[in-house]
């Protein structure tokens, strides 16, 4: 089992927001050339590419009109195959990312299907007649409102989980399945080093129960997947997955299984929902669950039948050093205790850009500069329901997906040095301070951090492959496990909170691996931690 992406850093652009080359504000393909050196130097093995196929951009990508061919906004094909060139030079490899619980409905796959009944793409998707006048059931649309949508000219409902814009894709359909797996082909033929696999755990849905998330077929569509596309070839693949539990997740990563890599699992991210309700309606993060919820996977998804992701941030995501960190006086120490924490777990470990510098939320005033469309719907679909805009704001502040997507921040330049032109969305005004070219300067940045962990993961097996073991005699606000291989031994401790903490634990020192402060105590008996320290010692 020496798979090359058990051991390998991820970094996820969102090529919108990454490098503009044009100056027309948008990112694109050749901008993310022009950063290929900066990304080597960070030591990543593989980036996960959100998606450059052809679209109309309702949902930035995610609503796709043509698997193979690039959108003009960012760049061509041969754009495209340049960058796997290029990325391939410096040990990069490119992860594209597969959308195929749906399509958009600019798809000439959905052009075809809502023309008629009788159509021979009509089953490519899924069609039902209405109950009375309204909708088939009550299945919702994760961006507001009725997942079923009536299309006048055959008078039937087709399903959308997403927007109206995106219809879902029939896997029922054995030629739907035939035609991804053709599309998929002709990617990794393109020498691409894998599939990040959008909401996959849909594809099995039976909506005539009103099942979403893992249905009944979905591990044998993934089975039939692998054996006619990616499992000729040593090739990653990482399934979104929000409802995976461990012993679902073992489902899909077990290689014996003949599934996929690895899966995201979005437990950690949730705990800050109140229970039964939505994304937007937030509660404190309690640090006993977030450790709980870190442990549990740590330890329950068996590493030899099975492999977990490791991940703070996404194209979806608020930012983690805004979210449960402090993005004020403590921006730098609490983005490096979180990476410090999460990177010398088991697991392949994802960067989203920016990250890796500690980029903030970047809060906004009102609706009108607001691009995403899930907050739009939200926004728009409780303001008519009497809610008060400013409670709306400030819940798009917390956690809407603009707040991942404002542009990389490169240098302190006008626009950050993301475009020379007009940037699509608004760029975070502590750019000033918080750039690339800053981070790289300063040696005890977040981003010597970054480098520093994608390092010590590459050159100590100990990360990969030693066993995990939670420590429980350690304050609520602490978090601290021990990683062991061989007669090796790795003690690693981090304070979540923004106040003092102390730990008393019997082990002596005997290095230090990494830290964010420039002292880890001398013993770690009756030892005080300062607000947001973390480190990693080997101990005997
Ligand atoms: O996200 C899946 C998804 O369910 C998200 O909409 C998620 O619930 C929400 O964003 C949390 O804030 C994937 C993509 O990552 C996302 O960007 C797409 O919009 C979505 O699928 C549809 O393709
Ligand atoms: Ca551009």
């Known amino acids: 089992m020496h798979e090359w992406w058990r051991n390998a ?5 969102y090529p919108r927001s990454f490098q503009d080359s044009n100056g027309d504000g948008i990112g694109d393909i050749p901008g993310i ?7 080597a130097e960070l030591g990543i093995d593989a980036i996960w590419l959100s998606p450059v196929y052809k679209s109309p951009g309702i949902d930035n990508g995610y609503d796709i009109a043509d698997y193979q061919a690039i959108d003009p906004q ?40 809502r023309r008629s009944r009788s159509n021979p793409y009509r089953d490519y998707y899924i069609w039902r007649d209405g109950k009375n006048g309204v909708a088939p059931n009550s299945m919702q649309s994760t961006f507001s409102g009725s997942a079923w949508q009536e299309d006048s000219r055959t008078g039937q409902y087709y399903l959308h ?11 029922a359909n054995p030629k739907v399945r035939q035609a991804i797996y053709r599309m998929m082909n002709f990617w990794l033929d393109k020498g691409i080093g894998g599939f990040r696999m959008d909401v996959i755990d849909l594809i099995g849905k039976d909506p005539d129960h009103e099942i979403r998330e893992n249905g009944p077929h979905l591990h044998d ?25 461990p ?34 309606d937030t509660r404190p993060l309690q640090f006993d669950q977030l450790k709980a919820v870190l442990n549990k996977w740590q330890t329950q998804l068996d590493y030899r039948a099975g492999w977990n992701s490791l991940f703070w941030n996404n194209h979806d995501l608020p930012r983690i050093v805004s979210r449960w960190g402090d993005d004020g006086r403590c921006r730098v120490a609490s983005a490096q205790m979180f990476a410090i924490l999460l990177h010398l777990m088991r ?25 995403d469309i899930e907050s739009v719907n939200m926004y728009n679909e409780r303001l008519a329901a009497g809610e008060a805009p400013a409670a709306l704001i400030a819940a798009i502040n917390k956690v809407g997906r603009d707040n991942a997507r404002t542009p990389m921040q490169w240098a302190d330049v006008p626009a950050a040095g993301f475009t020379s032109g007009q940037p699509w969305l608004h760029v975070n005004q502590n750019y000033h301070k918080i750039n690339v070219a800053a981070a790289m300067a300063a040696p005890d940045s977040v981003y010597a951090t970054y480098k520093q962990l994608i390092k010590l993961r590459h050159d100590e097996p100990i990360i990969t492959n030693g066993d995990y073991e939670p420590i429980d005699s350690v ?38 691996l990494i830290t964010n402060y420039s002292a880890v105590p001398a013993t770690l008996i009756n030892a005080t931690l300062a607000p947001y320290q973390a480190f990693a010692v080997a101990v005997r």
């Open 9 to 13: 850093v991820v970094y996820q652009i």
């Open 347 to 371: 697991g392949t470990p994802y960067i989203y850009q920016g990250e890796e510098i500690g980029m903030t939320n970047c809060p906004v005033k009102s609706i009108a500069e607001v691009d």
């Open 475 to 512: 304050p609520e606000a602490v978090m601290a496990y021990y990683r062991t291989y061989q007669k090796t031994r790795w003690l690693v401790v981090a304070n979540l909170a923004n106040a003092e903490a102390t730990i008393n634990l019997p082990d002596e020192i005997e290095k230090v």
């Open 74 to 113: 960012f760049g061509t094909m041969a754009d495209m195959d340049e960058l796997i060139a290029e990325a391939g030079k410096r040990n990069i490899r490119i992860i594209m990312d597969l959308v195929v619980n749906h399509t958009s409905d600019q798809h000439e796959w959905f052009k075809q299907s």
């Open 221 to 245: 569509y993934l089975q039939e997947m692998n054996a006619a596309t990616f499992g000729r070839g040593d090739f990653m693949t990482v399934g979104e997955t929000w409802g995976a539990t």
């Open 161 to 171: 989980l997403f927007s109206a814009g995106q219809p879902d894709l029939n896997w």
């Open 247 to 280: 012993s679902i997740a073992q489902k899909y990563s077990d290689p014996s299984r003949h599934e996929l890599s690895m899966v995201f699992q979005f437990e950690a991210m949730q705990l800050d929902q109140e229970p039964g309700k939505e994304k937007w």
């Open 33 to 39: 050339v022009s950063r290929l050196d900066y990304l």
